[in-house]
């Protein structure tokens, strides 16, 4: 599945925003439960099987690309660390309570041998120049060095007394290979050909997780007291960035389709993904309890990640980040609206009088339309209009949708900002926020037709099919009523019930796939039952650090049956039990409406960021 998400960003002062595309799914696909604490991970393209190894256990599990388990072999000792070495197509594990490694053939899901290495092995690499696995030995404070094919290890490189090494990774462009100084706050770097330590580079902390970028030629280094990975440049070796994650990361590994890296955020539930041409964060999975191991299976697409504290593997579709467009709009792009019809979105620029209009396959604006105070946008498929609320005139403009030519004007209430559809009876709802009521017009004869009273401020406003209620976000931070969800029967122009979200309400909107309403307001999101009328749910994301959480709009993602709202810094998906299972980071962007293209399944972002900051989110 892909999902693309297009910012489109304001001008002077304020830069306007592109299209970002997601390739797969963001959000968590399965699971598996697995016996005891699952810690580390090897993925053997040889027979396409997934070996779990488990902290504290006597087994190595393979599972199959179906996720079936296939085979255990026995006689291991804690086993905590595994890597593939493609030249003999084995599987070394590094088993800790033994102080050995053990040899395990693929092909017959056996062990074939069992090397003494040093005390306590706790990471392991593979180093394709010199056909070799290299052993951190957390214990002994050295490296062993075992060459393939051969009984026994052929060196023991010593590190920093006191080291405690629990990180290795080979780097495929200089040949060395770099060690985690857990204990010491070190890198060592070892030359592959001479066996022995080259360099150490300090890093403060406690370095844990490495893993080597290839389409960077960069070694990255997690740090579980920082919360930091660090970026190392192997031709210095020197670090060049330092990349702060919103937990203590952990292990780490790069995602060979995105070239993304994914830091398990150790004490939490999440995996992070960083940019490999940026350094930034760009995205958040949610997983199991206490993430430890990563790896990614090449039959079917899947990165796996072993959740120590809940005993499961969970599963994802391979994440591929990247922006596709970036569309310069006016001084202030805000509402958006989909046209399905001629595959266009369209955008209104409340600080320029203009909407514009998006071409979906060539991300260029098609058509400019002059608009006074332009704000929430409407397309009507019954009609084929494109119905665009006018705050600066006090009335609702509709426009032909594939010729842009302008249909006529709806006068409406004081200060009109959002709109709704009701596609039962072909009516279209309009909250004006100085007047605190609806304006009801129908879009076939472009004539208002009635008002709703609902008081306060009314913001923006969802049709409810389930219940065929309206629902109203009363926006208080505007100071002209209170912070209230207004559930209104249109049918009877009376209010059902007040029910108090926020503060400051922007947008709210209807699940299809939960059949409950989502509410944006400032600090948290609010899930109301359609059925009983109560909040089922109130979840509190971050958004960018260093700024408040306030959200502002809403999509239905199709695709996975996800609710994405925007914030600034960020866009969130929330699954249908209520739960944040993915995020992308876009550092120093207000992102305010999200739109979902059904044809592309892009998504679409208004927002804006400082002229004088560029922002590269290709990843």
């Not at 959000?27 to 604490?37: D, L, N, R, T, Y």
């Not at 000792?77 to 102080?99: F, K, R």
């Not at 030995?137 to 629990?166: R, Y």
């Not at 760009?282 to 990614?296: C, D, Q, W, Y």
Request: proline share 5%.
């Amino acid at each position: 599945m892909v999902l693309g998400l297009t910012f489109l960003v304001a001008a002077a002062g304020l830069a306007s925003f592109g299209v970002v595309t997601y390739a797969n799914a963001l959000a968590k696909e399965g699971s598996v439960s697995v016996p005891s604490v699952p810690w580390a991970l090897a993925y053997a393209p040889s027979n396409h099987e997934l070996y779990v190894g488990y902290d504290g256990g006597t087994t190595v599990q393979a599972f199959s690309s179906a996720n079936k388990l296939v085979a255990t072999v026995t006689g291991q000792s804690s086993p905590v660390a595994m890597v593939y070495d493609p030249s003999n197509q084995y599987v070394y594990v590094a088993n800790e309570g033994a102080d050995t490694v053990s040899a395990i053939n693929t092909a017959t899901n056996s062990v074939v041998a069992t090397l003494a290495v040093g005390i306590a092995p706790f990471a392991m690499t593979y180093d394709s120049w010199t056909d070799a696995v290299y052993v951190a030995n957390a214990g002994s404070d050295n490296v062993s060095v075992i060459p393939t094919g051969a009984d026994s290890t052929s060196a023991a490189i010593p590190l920093p007394p006191g080291s405690a090494p629990e990180g290795i990774a080979f780097d495929g462009a200089t040949g060395e290979i770099y060690v985690a100084d857990t204990s010491v706050g070190e890198v060592s770097v070892i030359d592959g050909t001479l066996n022995s330590v080259v360099q150490n580079i300090g890093l403060g902390g406690e370095p844990y997780g490495v893993t080597f970028d290839s389409a960077n030629d960069l070694v990255y280094v997690s740090d579980l007291t920082t919360g930091n990975v660090s970026a190392i440049d192997g031709a210095g070796p020197f670090v060049v960035d330092n990349v702060t994650l919103p937990a203590a990361p952990g292990q780490l590994a790069v995602d060979p389709a995105s070239g993304d890296i994914l830091a398990d955020l150790a004490y939490s539930t999440a995996v992070a993904f960083i940019s490999g041409g940026t350094n930034t964060v760009v995205a958040k999975v949610l997983v199991g309890n206490s993430p430890e191991g990563i790896a990614f299976d090449a039959a079917n697409g899947h990165i796996y990640v072993a959740n120590s504290g809940s005993a499961t593997l969970s599963y994802f579709g391979d994440l591929s980040y990247n922006v596709v467009a970036t569309v310069g709009m006016g001084a202030w792009p805000w509402f958006s609206a989909f046209d399905p019809l001629n595959a266009e979105v369209y955008v209104s620029d409340i600080g320029g009088g203009a909407v514009q209009a998006i071409n979906t396959s060539s991300n260029l604006v098609v058509a400019t339309l002059s608009v006074g105070g332009p704000e929430g946008l409407l397309y009507d498929p019954a009609t084929r209009e494109m119905l665009v609320v006018s705050s600066g005139a006090d009335d609702v403009i509709a426009y032909n949708a594939t010729t842009d030519a302008l249909l006529g004007t709806v006068p409406v209430g004081t200060q009109p900002i959002g709109i709704g559809l009701d596609p039962a009876n072909g009516m279209a709802y309009v909250a004006n926020l100085r007047s605190g009521n609806l304006t009801v017009i129908s879009p076939a004869t472009l004539s208002s037709v009635g008002t709703v009273p609902v008081g306060g401020s009314p913001y923006s406003v969802v049709y409810d099919p389930t219940d065929h209620y309206l629902y109203v976000a009363q926006n208080e931070m505007l100071g002209y009523g209170y912070s209230n969800l207004t559930i209104v029967n249109p049918a009877l122009g009376t209010i059902v019930k007040n029910l108090t979200v926020g503060p400051y309400t922007q947008d709210v909107a209807y699940s299809p796939s939960t059949q409950d309403i989502y509410v944006a307001a400032y600090g948290n999101i609010s899930v109301v039952s359609s059925v009983s009328h109560t909040n089922i749910a109130t979840l509190t994301p971050v958004c960018e650090m260093g700024y408040v959480s306030a959200f502002f709009g809403f999509t239905y993602d199709s695709a996975n049956h996800d609710m994405v709202v925007s914030c600034v810094g960020a866009l969130f998906w929330i699954s249908p039990a209520s739960v944040v299972t993915a995020t992308a980071y876009l550092p120093g962007i207000q992102l305010s409406s999200v739109v979902y293209d059904s044809l592309s399944t892009n998504l679409y972002s208004t927002g804006s960021v400082s002229s004088s900051t560029t922002y590269d989110f290709a990843g």
